[in-house]
């Protein structure tokens, strides 16, 4: 059976956490997959893979250089099977700014790489003071403080929406399985 290529791009591990539901949901779907993290050696293969799916977190308002990598190196087959974007980003934790026709930073990326995946969905991440650099810190409470957020350095807070990331999980599994009937 041909597998689904599930990938994650992650600093804090928020979106490994989030790759690795979808990936669980999806194998209860009766799906094949190869899970793991996007990095230079990220190869996929037409014989074997047959969708995609990248989990990609946001920092100072981009997605890892990989990710773009990815796409400039496989669109061409990107184009041809299912694909799954999650965004991962602090600005998702407002319902409002959770549509991924307006999640500023989800369409930068579509629009500077040129890819449409079939489906894409932006999930809210995690916040966790403790666990940055004093820059980091220094930087995220800024905006946290512009986005009447958090600003305590002691937060650890996380806001995915889990429900919302197992249904995203099991419309993905709907689409593969169509695209193979
Ligand atoms: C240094 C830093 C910069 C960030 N920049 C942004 C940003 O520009 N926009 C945003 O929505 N979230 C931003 N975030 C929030 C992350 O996307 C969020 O914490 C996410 O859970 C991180 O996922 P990861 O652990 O998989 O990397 C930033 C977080 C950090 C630590």
Redesign the pocket.
Known sequence: MSKILVL???????????ASAINDELIVRGLETQFGPLNVATAPNPAVHDALVL????????FDKLAYDLVSRYGWWLERVPTLLVT?????RKEEKRDPAVHS?TRKFLDETGWVPTHTEVV?????YP??NLL?KL??QM?MTMTKGPTDPETMV???DWDRVEETADEFADIVTAARA
Do not use: C, N, P
């Open positions: 994650h791009s992650s600093r804090f591990g928020q979106s490994i956490k989030i989990v990609a977190s946001v920092r100072y308002g981009h991962v980003s602090l600005t998702a930073y809210a991440g995690a916040l966790e666990r940055y980091d930087a995220i905006i996380e806001y995915t």
